[in-house]
Nanobody
Framework: QVQLVESGGGWVQAGGSLRVSCAASGRTVSDYIMGWFRQAPGKERQFVARISWRGASTYYTDSVKGRFTISRDNAKSTVYLQMNSLKPEDTAVYYC???????????????WGQGTQVTVAS
């Protein structure tokens, strides 16, 4: 089992940058594929990005490609999501998740953090 805690959310103006982090504890984080999801007000939670065990493979949803970068530091048991050129439509609660498959759906991930709010002002 692994526990996930997100941090680093906040308020930023459109065009700005933020980095959110996900600290893992418990079972070795390198055992898991890690993903980021987000949920905007009134909308379903959606996939944002995922990264393979050693970080060699990444995948992004189309709306964030070229702007967001997912990375991991297994020695620190931490996963990051660097968000650049932020847009108001990026406003959401951002969740990290851990699983064993290369999925883009919530059912593909087993463990979830509590989320961190990201607000992008226009």
């Amino acid at each position: 089992q692994v526990q996930l805690v997100e941090s680093g959310g906040g308020w930023v103006q459109a065009g700005g940058s933020l980095r959110v982090s996900c600290a893992a504890s418990g079972r070795t984080v390198s055992d898991y594929i890690m993903g980021w999801f987000r949920q905007a007000p009134g909308k379903e939670r959606q996939f944002v990005a995922r990264i393979s065990w050693r970080g060699a493979s990444t995948y992004y949803t189309d709306s964030v490609k070229g702007r967001f970068t997912i990375s991991r530091d297994n020695a620190k048991s931490t996963v990051y999501l660097q968000m650049n050129s932020l847009k108001p439509e990026d406003t959401a609660v951002y969740y990290c998740a851990a699983g064993f498959s290369f999925g883009r759906e919530e059912k593909d991930y087993i463990y979830w953090g509590q989320g961190t709010q990201v607000t992008v002002a226009s």
